[in-house]
């Protein structure tokens, strides 16, 4: 599956809130300095690629269900969790993870 065409949109600059001026710790209360997120124009370009499904992993063929811990050695440890491909695709939902904030 070939990846799509990227979206590029432009939002508000959130270091500096929109104005091109950023305010931190060392500046008074009637000073400020040109933002670096945005470069002073408060606004910013971003891109993503839209998510089209889960792709297929063709080299996998085990799925440990914790993170670096799981392994001890080359070897899953004990009480860790291993599925077999098929059985990460058949029990885990492919469907985007919720916005965290």
């Known amino acids: 599956m070939a990846d799509p065409e990227k979206v590029v949109y432009t939002a508000k600059c959130g270091t500096c809130g929109g104005t091109g001026l950023f305010q931190g710790a060392v500046e ?8 670096r997120g945005c470069e002073g124009s408060g606004g910013i370009t971003r891109s993503y690629i839209p998510f089209e499904g889960r792709r297929h992993a063709e080299d996998i063929r085990t799925v440990l269900t914790a993170r670096g811990d799981a392994l001890g050695g080359g070897q899953p440890r004990e009480g860790a969790k291993v599925l077999t491909y098929q059985e990460f695709l058949d029990t885990v939902p492919a469907t985007p993870a919720p916005l965290r904030r």
């Open 28 to 35: 008074r209360a009637d000073e400020a300095v040109i933002c």
